[in-house]
């Protein structure tokens, strides 16, 4: 480069960097306070300096003033003030003959209507003959616009320096190119274009051909090719008169430009460029194949797509399982190995279709699911149809496989139609399916039927009916008798729940769905209601410690029981344990000259056995005795006894008893089996019985049926189950047979009795009070039970008048029977005992039914006054027989000896 050239770039770059930098900036080529004359471009508008004059100083800050000018860079010096004239805004401006720099400054407040900054525009204008650098003029054009302008011969230069790819005549200042580059400033690539091939629409490679021994080696290798706007890319110079590159997409036409640069330099030509485009059969039945627009041929997309529009799948069925007319899942069989991706995984084009029929077919339908099951196996659902035979197409896009009546719908008739709706008719072998409710060959046989139903009481209430019910459908229904069981709650298919209208006894139980019902005889019961004693009237409760009359009856004060209050427990031992049957004696003993209506009670360890007095004993016995079957009338028509019993003891005071009985299964009109029975008869079936004895030695409550109870003290409770039991009628009811007994050792002056009635103290039993003299055998018989896990009523009944018991007046014995309705699992009876001792003895005026023993005769019933009137009577009537036995004797004779008289006189005549 030449030395103008140099100079002029460093006077280049020091105006830049003033303009540019900040305070403290170098430019010594004008030196400092330079004064210049300043011509207004209007008069009157100008700076005003302090001597009047129109000259300014321009101050270019040097090393030495970076003190003095801490916020300029290039200042206008008004004498005392500086003006900042900014920093230059945007690029230098080649002008035909020099540069053009424009600054702007900071604001200043007469500016704010022009913009709010002063413009300054520097113009370096070339001047050959001006070897150094001069101020042409500096001129204002308004208060916020100025103009510098210099002269220099540095400023004599081409427009862009030429790109570096010329050389600049400062005589003409223009450039002069070098052989690959033209244009003002040698700006452009100088190419020679013959041909430039075309592509498909697509894209591809691209040959350009022409003369290219012009470029040097450095512009070849930055070469870059732009078509259409889009970069050629990957190219390659292949020789002085070939190049390559790789288009882009675009569009079919013609006379597309082609952008050739390298660096700086650049051309655009117009060239005869077309993406063209040539059709292929079937659009190579796209997806499945894709177009060489060039050549107009396919490439198929998948292995198993063939043709020359790839409209083939490579394919080969053999056949098709034939349907109903209903349709149904089928299974091709062929060969389908090509569509299975690497002979392991199932793939199934996207676009896979199976239609079975022809488009004409007003029956054509396309299969759905399509499932790979194998290379030999397709599957998919068939849908309804005619029957007949139809074709097999199997296609992915506009590829198929087409197969001639290969396929066929099939329509057989089931036997009654399959009981329709109960049923679906296999067209194909004319099988029935039933429903969940039938069975059959043609579904006619119905499923429903009931196995059990919980009883309620006879207000009704929530019933579980258990048998097997299928699916029911909205027409399911229950009725109890005539009425409907309300709210059905179907829990599955073998349990319902509905809730049972109001009744009495046993009922029907029908159930019906659709067409289909099944009628359970006399399968329902309507127990009783657990009801309460009635109230009674009491009179007299004993004395105020003994009890008080409330609306029920009398409520007596421990130890006072019984209906009047005036019987009291008393406190005995545990009786003895019996290990052979569940019988249980209890002794009590009295000594005569004890106070306390005829004598106190005591036990066996009250009375020293070297004690030589008289002891009155008293024993309770208390046994089961049978088990009986009562039909609707109360007739015995089973009766079972009880010899061998299991005994185990379970705690020191509470023991069981096991025993079993069988039970026939037929009604044969006789009597039960006992369990030492040797019968093996397979029409039998077995109850277990068991029996749990519990001594109770002092006031306890205890819960049973729902029912609080209290066990006095001494008393034993028995708790009798009873396991499934065979009744030969569900009308037919159980009658546990219980004796009780009280008796005496003594023989003379005494009385007995029994009772048998309702409890008044409000735990709803009945009782049963055996007295003799003073003490009393007191059983209470609960009127509930728990009967198949539910408390239900049962009835207790005196048996006396039936079974004769022995009755005297030392001992008095009463038979009690507990009846229980049919069930079907178990039930659970719960009678206790107490040992009681009466506030006076029992004499003979107390009750119309006692039995007394006086002066060793037995008078039963009787007052002292009758007894003296009965005994006067018998003397009279002895008299009068006596009497009467006397005069016939005498008339006896007299007619003897008057019958003699008269014979002797016959004699004699």
């Not at 022009?114 to 650098?133: A, K, M, Q």
């Not at 089931?414 to 067209?427: A, T």
Request: net charge negative.
């Amino acid at each position: 480069m030449g030395t103008f050239k140099k100079l002029f770039l460093i006077f280049f770059l020091i105006i830049i960097n003033i303009l540019y930098c900040y305070c403290g900036c170098e430019f010594s080529s004008i030196g400092e306070n330079k004064k210049y004359n300043f011509t207004p471009a209007f008069p009157g508008e100008y700076i005003s300096t302090s001597d009047g004059t129109n000259t300014v100083f321009l101050n270019l800050c040097t090393t030495n003033q970076i003190s003095k000018c801490p916020t300029t860079s290039a200042c206008i010096k008004d004498s005392s003030k500086n003006t900042d004239i900014g920093q230059q805004v945007g690029p230098a401006i080649f002008l035909p003959k020099g540069i053009l720099l424009t600054y702007k400054s900071q604001a200043y407040p007469e500016c704010v209507g022009l913009g709010g900054v002063v413009s300054t525009n520097f113009t370096i204008e070339c001047n050959s003959t001006d070897n150094s650098f001069t101020l042409d003029k500096i001129q204002q054009f308004s208060i916020c616009s100025y103009s510098i302008k210099f002269l220099t011969k540095l400023a004599c230069v081409c427009p862009g320096d030429c790109s570096s790819h010329g050389i600049c005549n400062t005589n003409t200042i223009k450039c002069e190119c070098n052989s690959y580059a033209s244009g003002s400033s040698c700006n452009e690539l100088k190419m020679i274009i013959s041909t430039i091939s075309s592509t498909t629409i697509y894209g591809g490679d691209v040959m350009i051909s022409g003369d290219f021994s012009n470029l040097p080696l450095e512009i070849k290798n930055n070469l870059k090719i732009k078509i259409n706007w889009d970069d050629c890319k990957n190219v390659i110079n292949i020789n002085n008169n070939t190049i390559q590159c790789t288009a882009d997409k675009g569009y079919n036409g013609n006379g597309i430009e082609v952008e050739f640069s390298s660096g700086p330099l650049s051309t655009v030509i117009p060239v005869n460029f077309k993406y063209i485009e040539i059709p292929c059969p079937f659009n190579c039945s796209y997806p499945n194949g894709v177009c060489n627009k060039i050549l107009g041929t396919c490439t198929c997309n998948h292995s198993w797509i063939n043709g020359t529009g790839c409209e083939l799948i490579k394919i080969k069925t053999h056949s098709i399982e034939p349907t109903t007319i209903n349709g149904g899942i089928t299974n091709i069989i062929g060969d389908f190995t090509m569509i299975i991706n690497n002979g392991t995984t199932t793939f199934l084009p996207n676009n896979l279709i199976i239609k079975i029929g022809d488009d004409d077919d007003d029956d054509s339908s396309l299969c759905q699911d399509i499932k790979i099951l194998n290379d030999t196996n397709l599957q998919c659902t068939v849908l309804p149809g005619k029957q007949g035979k139809k074709n097999l197409t199997i296609s992915s896009g506009l590829s198929m496989d087409f197969n001639y009546q290969l396929f066929e719908y099939f329509n057989k008739t089931c036997l009654f139609n399959c009981s329709y709706p109960h049923g679906d008719c296999d067209l194909f072998t004319s099988y029935c399916s039933c429903d969940s409710q039938t069975n059959g060959t043609g579904c006619e046989n119905s499923k429903l039927v009931i196995e059990s139903i919980d009883p309620t009481d006879e207000p009704g209430g929530l019933t579980n009916v258990v048998g097997f019910f299928g699916i029911p459908t909205s027409n399911f229904s229950i009725k109890i008798g005539d009425l409907l069981c309300n709210n059905l709650l179907i829990i599955n298919q073998s349990l319902i729940q509905c809730v049972v209208p109001p009744g009495k006894g046993f009922k029907n139980v029908f159930i019906s769905d659709r067409d289909l019902s099944f009628n359970g005889e006399l399968m329902f019961r309507y127990f009783q209601p657990i009801v309460t004693n009635a109230p009674k009237q009491c009179t007299n409760c004993g004395a105020l410690n003994q009890g008080y009359c409330a609306s029920q009856g009398c409520i007596c004060h421990p130890p006072w029981m019984g209906v009047d209050c005036q019987s009291q427990y008393i406190i005995i031992p545990q009786p003895p344990k019996n290990s052979t049957s569940p019988s249980v004696e209890i002794p009590t003993f009295s000594k005569p000259n004890s106070t306390n209506g005829g004598g106190g009670s005591t036990t066996s360890t009250d009375i020293d056995e070297n004690e030589n007095i008289e002891k009155n004993v008293f024993k309770s016995l208390i046994a089961i005795i049978k088990l009986s079957e009562l039909d609707f009338q109360s007739n015995e028509i089973k009766s079972f006894t009880f010899s061998e019993w299991i005994y185990k003891e379970l705690t020191p005071s509470k023991y069981q008893y096991n025993t079993t009985i069988k039970v026939p299964t037929t009604n044969d009109g006789g009597g039960g089996v006992s369990p030492s029975s040797s019968s093996s008869s397979l029409n039998e079936s077995e109850t277990n019985i068991s029996v749990t004895l519990e001594w109770f030695e002092s006031l306890t409550n205890i819960t049973f049926a729902n029912e609080n109870l209290i066990m006095n003290p001494s008393s034993i409770k028995y708790t009798i189950e009873i396991s499934k039991y065979k009744f030969s009628s569900k009308l037919n009811q159980l009658q546990l047979v219980m004796m009780a007994e009280l008796s005496s050792n003594k023989t003379k002056d005494l009385c007995s009795n029994n009772e048998f009635g309702e409890t008044s103290s409000g735990d709803n039993s009945n009782y049963i009070k055996i007295q003799v003299d003073n003490h009393s055998l007191y059983g209470r018989f609960i009127k509930r039970a728990i009967i198949d896990s539910v408390p239900r009523a049962i009835g207790n009944v005196q048996l006396d008048e039936t079974m004769r018991p022995l009755k005297n007046a030392s001992s008095s014995q009463s038979y009690i029977g507990i009846v229980v309705p049919y069930f079907e699992k178990s039930i659970i009876i719960d009678p206790d005992f107490s040992v009681l001792i009466d506030s006076s003895k029992l004499e003979s005026n107390s009750n119309s039914n006692s039995i007394c023993l006086i002066q060793d005769q037995l008078i039963s019933g009787l007052t002292k006054s009758q007894i003296a009137g009965i005994i006067i009577g018998s003397i009279a009537f002895l008299c009068s027989i006596t009497a009467m036995v006397i005069y016939s004797i005498h008339k006896s004779n007299k007619d003897k000896s008057l019958f003699s008289k008269i014979t002797l006189r016959n004699l004699n005549k």
